[in-house]
Every structure is written in C-alpha cells, then in structure tokens.
C-alpha cells in the first residue's frame, strides 16, 4: 500500500502544526499519515527517522522558521531515495521555483482541496501535475497550475483528534481565513477573500479543548475581530468554560466596540490573552505601509481592558519600517509602553516574499538578509548601528519588563529617567561601560543592576521601594538579594506577637516567616496597584504567599499598646 507522510518541523516542543492535521484530516485517507519534529533536533536523527517509514511521497509544511531545516531535510531524501517530494506553506507559496530546487512539487495557497485532489490522483497512479494549485518545473520553465476552489470553512472539521496526548502543547485553531487590512509587511494582504466559519461551529470547537483540558488554544486569525459581533458572541461562550485553559486571539484595536468591551469585561481571570499590532505610532510611516490606525483610540480601549485586571494585553512594535528612524520609534516605544500593556514586543521588519514590502524596498531604501527570515538591516531612515541598538534593547525589554518581573519598577522609572526608551538605553550602555553580557546575567544580577541604577535619580528610595514591591508581588516568597532587604527590630517583634486574623491563615506547625513578609513602603502600595497613582507616605504591609498565587496584602498599623493590627 502507498504511503504518504506529512512532516511537520515547529520552532519549540510545545508547538503543534495544524496545517498537516488539516491536509490529513481533509483528504480522509487513511494511506495519509503524520510526522513531528523541531528545529532544534539533530538533522540526521529526523532524516533516519523519516527514511525508516518507507514513504512514497514527503509533504513539508515550510515557514520562515524552517525553511532552510527542510530544504537540507529534504535534499538528503531525494538524494538517498526513490520519494517524491512535496511542501507547500507560506514559505514556498511565493517563491516556488527556488523551493522547486529541493523538491518534486510545490503546493501553493490553501492546501485542504488541492491536497485531496494530489492524493487521489497518486494513490490512482493518475498524472499529479494536473491537480489545482500544484507548481512544477517544466523544460526549466515555473509551470503554475489555476489555484483550487477555496474550502467552506464549516465544512472543515478541527483537524486534532490527538488531545489526550496534547494537553501540554500549544494548540492553533483558524476560526476564519484572510484580513480585512492590507499593511505591506504581511502575507495575509496577499488573500484578499476573507471568509469566516460560524460562531456556532467555533463554540463547539474550542469548548471540546477546554473540556479536554488543553493547556492554551492559540487562534491563529490574522484579525479575530474582524467581525465584532460574532468575535463577542465566542468570547462570552468561553466565559461560561471551566477549567485552566487559555485563548489568544490577535484582534484589531480599530475594531473593537462597547459589545466585544463588555464580553472581555466579563472574561475569567486568566482565560483570555489578546495580541494587538500596533507597530508604529508614527503617522508618515503607518501611510507608507497601508496600515491607518487611530492610536488614540488604541489606549483608550487597552486601557479600559486592562483596568479589569482580568485579560492579558500584547502590544507589538516593529522596528526598520519605511520612514522611522531611531528618533521617531523612540517616540513609538514611549507611546506604546506608556499604554500599560503586560507584554511590549519589539520585533524587526521582515521583508517577506510575497508582500508589498517587497516591492517597497528600493523606495525606502531598505536592504534585508536575503537568507530567511529575511530580517531588515537597514534602510534610509536607520543605521545598520541603530537596529543593532534596538536589538539590545528589546533583549532588556524582554528579561525586565515582559517577563513580569518589574513591570511597576517600569513604569515608575521612566518619568524619571526621561522616557521609557530613555530607561533602557541608560541600562543598555551602563552595561557596555561595565563590559558586562546582559545574557549571561541571573536574576539577582539583575536585580542589584537595577538597584544600583536607581541611585542616579532624585527619587531614589520611590524607585527603589518599586524594585521591592515587584519582587514581593511573585506568586512564592522569593529570596531577595540582600541588598534590596529592609531589615527593621519590629519585623521580628511583629511575628511573635502576630494579629490572630493573619496567624490563622499560615500553616499549622511551620514558621509564619517562610510563607509570609512585613515590609515598609515610602508610598501606598495597595492604593498604586488599584489606581496606578502615588499616594506618598510610610506605611507597612503584610504579604501572604499561602495560596501560592499573588500574595494577599493587608496594611497594618501599631496600635497605641504596640500591637499590631490589621487596618
């Protein structure tokens, strides 16, 4: 029996392919099976074990990620067997004669009908080359067969009938296919129908993975709200789930109204994640990329999101586009920080083959690697030195901001330091000076790096209180460099006469010290976190780590016979 594999290779271990569960799941053929790898496993142990399945033909799902993985993946293949070889996938779908140098056929655009119809047609020894959508190589000439008919996406079962042995991995799910939005930089611009399946169907889709226990579903919609009401309608459905699973969608902050505020209002704690791309806040260059977005709106929305304390919000950023130099994105970083957002990604244009970008390049007089992912290095507006900059500095965004560990510190930092940019320079070149490698730096490096920063500005101990406050809001009681430590006679004095109302929620038998701390504060912490203004002032609180989540708080007072209180 013929036998056709299709082989998936994901950036990281927890990720999933759903465009292999797809094609296999669409042609029902159960000669049709599936291979998962990562990048970052051994070529030759992918190889042998690809080789040992005997497979008549290899289909490779290609991105930027891989693209070069594969193209040596399947080089070897064709050279040691008698296989045909074909990919498909955004990589290749726009640059199918370079792909056709590593391989038999390339399938190009959407794969589910075109696949089908190439299956059919192997598996009856019928001529493949007359299937939709299938590229060849004819008396060394590109052939381009007329595309397939686009798929009714309601018709498109979930492709993961694996879930028992995916409830650690991360889950995609494609909800609706195509943009309503034509920015330069994407390949979704390239897909002009935009096509959607019902409410209804999604509902029962992703309430199966909640009820599976998946750990996150990743919905890979280039705008999950491009249709609001039917985006609100799912929101309020995953808003009646149990359990622990997570959703994130990308939406459009252009496209989100009172209804779709309201459902993510009502969202549980944890359940919703969202991704917004807002990419640049300069007016010239979101023109010049087709990407018109009314920023003001922008914060005012994420800003009433994140006052419910209850969803996650991505910003992202892209630096080397058209028209923006290190001035004007330094005014986009400040802009987009200052929004308030958990996570700020900084990433860097890609001039991917296929988009507009490309035919842009030479205009703004952007040069990028021709090696995937193709990433800018320079253009007329910024240096080769400045992106390099910006490259440090998104790694200091990344370990000090995004991953939560001083988000407050952050924010309280940048007034003083002159901007949010400003901050992370000063950082940056601090440790060119100190001939130190941020990345071979631990956390408590980190720490007193931070701590000793704050010495160069007025408000000292404000800054240095916020270091504290970050650190004690860690879900366990960390242990703290020593030098970010108040140690005062009352702490001690504090947890041998401990108010009743806190000594009952410790552990019985355990020292009340290991799971708890007493601390003081130049401000009111509790009033900062609520509202996010200062009130100064010293007072001292009590942290409660017992849940092992975010520790309860309670101010405390001493009362006129010295003891303590809860107030």
């Known amino acids: 029996m013929k036998k056709i594999v299709l082989v998936g290779v994901n950036a990281k271990f927890a990720h999933t392919n759903p465009a292999i569960r797809y094609l296999q799941q669409y042609c029902g053929q159960e000669q049709v099976q599936i291979a998962e790898y990562t990048i970052n496993m051994e070529p030759e142990q992918v190889y042998e074990q690809l080789r040992s399945m005997q497979a008549d033909v290899y289909g490779f799902s290609v991105y930027i990620w891989n693209v070069n993985y594969i193209y040596a993946l399947a080089d070897k293949l064709r050279r040691q067997t008698n296989a045909l070889l074909l990919m498909g996938g955004p990589e290749v779908t726009f640059d199918a004669e370079t792909a056709l140098q590593h391989c038999d056929y390339v399938l190009s655009g959407e794969g589910e009908e075109a696949f089908a119809q190439f299956v059919q047609a192997f598996l009856n020894g019928q001529d493949v080359r007359r299937v939709p959508s299938i590229c060849f190589m004819q008396q060394e000439k590109l052939h381009r067969n007329p595309p397939a008919d686009y798929i009714d996406l309601e018709?498109?079962?979930?492709?993961?009938?694996?879930?028992?042995?995916?409830?650690?991995?991360?889950?995609?799910?494609?909800?609706?296919?195509?943009?309503?939005?034509?920015?330069a930089y994407c390949l979704s611009s390239a897909e002009k129908q935009l096509r959607f399946a019902s409410a209804e169907k999604v509902c029962r889709d992703i309430r199966h993975f909640a009820e599976k226990g998946v750990m996150k579903v990743k919905f890979v919609d280039r705008t999950f709200n491009a249709d609001p009401p039917r985006a609100a309608r799912i929101v309020r459905d995953i808003?009646?789930?149990?359990?622990?699973?997570?959703?994130h969608f990308e939406i459009a902050a252009d496209l989100i109204d009172q209804d779709f505020l309201q459902a993510l209002a009502e969202a549980k704690q944890g359940k919703i994640q969202l991704e917004i791309g807002v990419q640049s806040t300069h007016e010239p260059t979101l023109k010049a990329i087709d990407r018109i977005q009314d920023f003001a709106y922008t914060r005012q929305v994420v800003r009433?999101?994140?006052?419910?304390?209850?969803?996650?919000?991505?910003?992202d950023l892209?630096?080397?586009?058209?028209?923006?130099?290190?001035?004007?994105?330094?005014?986009?970083?400040?802009?987009?920080?200052e929004v308030g957002a958990q996570v700020v990604q900084l990433g860097f244009l890609k001039v991917l083959k296929g988009s507009p970008m490309e035919q842009l390049t030479e205009r703004y007089g952007i040069v990028s690697s021709e090696q995937a992912p193709y990433e800018v290095k320079y253009t007329d507006a910024i240096t080769e030195e400045q992106l390099l900059e910006l490259h440090e500095i998104e790694y200091l965004l990344e370990r000090i901001y995004n991953s939560g560990l001083y988000y407050?510190?952050?924010?309280?930092?940048?007034?003083?330091?002159?901007?949010?940019?400003?901050?992370?320079?000063v950082l940056r070149c601090r440790l060119k000076q100190e001939h130190r490698n941020p990345r071979q730096m631990g956390e408590q490096?980190?720490?007193?790096?931070?701590?000793?920063?704050?010495?160069?500005?007025?408000?000292?101990?404000?800054?240095?209180?916020?270091?504290?406050l970050d650190w004690f809001l860690r879900p366990r009681r960390a242990q703290m460099p020593a030098a970010l430590e108040k140690h005062t006679p009352w702490q001690r004095e504090f947890y041998a006469h401990m108010p009743e109302q806190?000594?009952?929620?410790?552990p019985k038998g355990k020292r009340p010290w290991h799971y708890s701390r007493i601390e003081s504060f130049c401000f009111d912490i509790l009033h900062y976190l609520q509202t996010g203004c200062l009130k100064r002032g010293q007072a001292i609180y009590f942290f409660d780590y017992t849940s092992g989540k975010t520790p309860e708080i309670f101010p405390l007072r001493r009362a006129e016979d010295n003891l303590w209180q809860c107030i």
């Open 155 to 183: 018709q498109l079962a979930q492709p993961y009938v694996d879930l028992d042995n995916l409830k650690r991995r991360l889950i995609y799910y494609e909800s609706s296919r195509g943009c309503p939005f034509s920015c």
């Open 304 to 315: 009433e999101i994140l006052s419910h304390k209850n969803v996650k919000v991505h910003l």
């Open 239 to 247: 808003n009646t789930y149990g359990g622990q699973t997570e959703f």
């Open 408 to 425: 407050y510190t952050t924010h309280l930092v940048a007034s003083a330091a002159g901007g949010y940019y400003a901050f992370f320079d």
């Open 502 to 506: 806190l000594a009952q929620g410790m």
């Open 318 to 337: 892209i630096a080397g586009l058209p028209l923006e130099g290190l001035a004007e994105f330094r005014k986009s970083f400040d802009d987009v920080m």
């Open 445 to 468: 490096e980190l720490a007193l790096l931070l701590w000793r920063q704050m010495e160069a500005y007025p408000q000292e101990e404000l800054l240095k209180d916020a270091i504290r």
